[in-house]
């Protein structure tokens, strides 16, 4: 029996026992009618997926995003390493665990990211794009600092909404010079830093910091949307000029690109066509990163959701 063992670290047949967080977690019914728990667990090296059988609780949805402990032996199903359980529950007072294994955080210096994000968004020439940035910000910050950038799909661990928003950035003031007689770089700079601002108040966290959930309005209106009336108000209070008010809400509306993706509308004007293909290129970067964490050099990955395919680790 091995304790607290890295999830990275885990081959078919070991056994373990220790604390791990309860990544995602659902009670189904097998073809025999019997109830089981489908769930996922995590430490700061990665995500396994696990099943208990025989079992309809207590433990549930309800439980995602906290630490449990677990006692299982690792399996292989269909090429891929599993957990079967058998104990698992909830952390209990007196228990002793580092919670620093536990949560992935962003492999970044979350204090000089957020300072260069600031002093990005102080090279906006135009006052009024500038003055919006620093407002909506300064209304988000400490939230914005530490929440994910998702809950699954990229950047979802803790800081994760900082450092996508901060690459990004590097790249649209990047190609912001590469095409100045196309681009307004103010404007695609602006939309860059804001644009997934109201994931802020679309996500649910955990004590642990981590996405378990969506809120309402995140269900109901999406941070596009939010996004989008964050920027309309504050235009209002600084007595924004309109249509500069309507183009940046235009880039946060447009940036997933296609409605199919979720975007509200398609982008119409060369700063919202670039801002959905930053996006792009730093989420799949992403996605690229971790599926490659878990992949040995010179074979082929799982098939990635996101992406649609496996994507090959070359040496």
Not at 86 to 110: F, T
């Amino acid at each position: 029996m091995e304790y607290n063992k890295w999830i990275a670290d885990l081959e078919a047949g070991d056994e373990i026992e220790g604390f791990y967080i309860l990544k995602t977690a659902q009670i189904k019914t097998s073809n025999s009618g019997k109830p089981f728990l489908a769930a996922s667990v995590a430490d700061r090296s990665g995500t396994i997926d696990a099943k208990v059988w025989d079992y309809g609780g207590p433990l549930g949805t309800q439980d995602e995003g906290t630490v449990i402990k677990l006692r299982g032996t690792v399996s292989e199903y269909r090429g891929v390493l599993q957990l079967i359980l058998s104990r698992l529950r909830p952390v209990q007072e007196d228990d002793q665990y580092n919670l620093g294994e536990l949560v992935p955080v962003a492999p970044i210096d979350v204090d000089a990211g957020w300072q260069e994000l600031l002093e990005l968004t102080d090279t906006i020439g135009d006052g009024d794009y500038r003055s919006v940035c620093r407002s909506v910000l300064e209304r988000y910050g400490d939230r914005f600092r530490s929440i994910p950038g998702g809950k699954s799909m990229h950047h979802s661990f803790v800081s994760g909404l900082l450092m996508h928003t901060l690459y990004m950035g590097r790249i649209a003031d990047y190609l912001a010079g590469v095409y100045p007689e196309t681009v307004d770089r103010d404007l695609l700079v602006a939309g860059t830093i804001l644009h997934d601002v109201a994931k802020c108040d679309e996500f649910v966290t955990s004590p642990l910091g981590l996405v378990t959930e969506y809120s309402t309005k995140g269900q109901l209106l999406g941070h596009l949307v939010m996004g989008a009336q964050a920027v309309a108000e504050t235009a209002r209070e600084l007595a924004m000029p309109e249509e500069k008010s309507v183009l940046l809400q235009h880039l946060l509306l447009s940036h997933h690109g296609e409605p199919e993706f979720g975007a509200a509308v398609r982008p119409m004007c060369a700063e919202s066509e670039l801002l959905s293909m930053i996006d792009l290129i730093d989420s799949r970067m992403e996605i690229y990163k971790e599926t490659m964490d878990e992949t040995e050099p010179g074979s082929f990955s799982k098939r990635v959701f996101a992406l649609d395919k496996k994507i090959y680790r070359h040496k």
